[in-house]
């Protein structure tokens, strides 16, 4: 595919994208309907993910004009074990995306079909290795929320005008496996909400250009990494850079992270999947860092990227626990408690792989203010763990 066609074709499923959400979004406000958008993007990508890998498996073993999608749901039951081993999850034909769609509008239960399914999407993990990958991924997606619409009839209309939107987005075939289309609509969905939202769109996403320069600085010289971590990994973006820089085959562990907001910890599940990364290549928790850290069993990371949340307030010195953890005590003075910066910096050089690199980006005020600070950078300078400031 030549450059100009693929950024031809980006242009084109971005306007998509903005008509989709403004056409959709009406008594939804922007930050919610979000949520929206890319669960059912997610229930798209989902189902023809698996739909392609059953078939590509199948017309390889000798059944040519075989489609997963057309399958009785008892015919499909003999492949559950082994596909929810392998992929993480699984769908009965009946409930794909394109087969929940194409019965929407003739639905007078659509609210209570798509509870179920992504019920039992996420029912399917239960005992297995991916459970706590896909345990609460629906948890935002409310089909029965008042936001939609006053009445079960109103909200079953949006529903299938968001099916029928996002099953009209041009996203390619799976089983040629030359698009990244599905990861990008998400990157271009959270770039247009984080700008609507203001500031507080930070929390959410880290703009690309910026992650890219983080992802680059973090590699210098290198063509693969063990493994990647963001100890507050927003929706991820951070991380999937990686996957983009070095290609997600050299990041040979996988992706760790951890984030504190809920609602954020599911789009950063999502927003893996959607970038193909399988259950098993990633790690993220969700969670306070800086009070219960979640990976200290896979420390040290040879690559740390991060964009914490700036002039948090955190427990600090009313917590006598703190000062002798491990990740802060070498400083011998904790990061205070209306400013937990320097605390993340603390926590990311404690799990720093002796040949690792760590990329920040922290508030300017960590370079000049006094106190407790001044001494952190004091530590920070003299052991000559700081490479540069930009």
Known sequence: MTPTTKEAQRAELHK??????????????????????????FYRFISENLTAYLNVGERKAGRPGFDYAELADAD??????????????????SALFANVRARAARDENLNE??????????????????EDDLKGLFDDLDVNSAKLGPTVAKRNEKLVKLLDAIGDLGLGNFEDHTIDAFGDAYEYLMQMYASSAGKSGGEYYTPQEVSELLARITVVGKTEVNKVYDPACGSGSLLLKFAKVLGKENV???????????????LARINMFLHDVNYEQFDLAHGDTLLDPAHWDDEPFEAIV??????????GDSNPLLINDSRFSPAGVLAPKSKADLAFTMHILSWLAVNGTAAIVEFPGVLYRGGAERKIRTYLIDNNYVDTVI
């Open 16 to 41: 998509m994208i903005w008509r989709i959400a403004n056409d959709l979004r009406g008594s939804v406000d922007g930050w919610d309907f979000k949520t929206y958008v890319l669960g059912i993007l």
């Open 76 to 93: 499909a039951e003999f492949g559950r074990r082994e596909t929810v081993a392998e992929k993480g999850f699984y769908i009965l034909p």
């Open 113 to 130: 079909t798509l509870e179920r399914v992504f019920r039992d999407i996420e029912g399917s993990a239960v005992g297995a290795d991916s």
């Open 252 to 266: 040979r562990q996988g992706f760790f992270g951890q984030e504190i907001n809920l609602t954020t910890y599911n």
């Open 306 to 315: 991060s964009n914490p949340p700036y002039s948090l307030t955190w427990d």
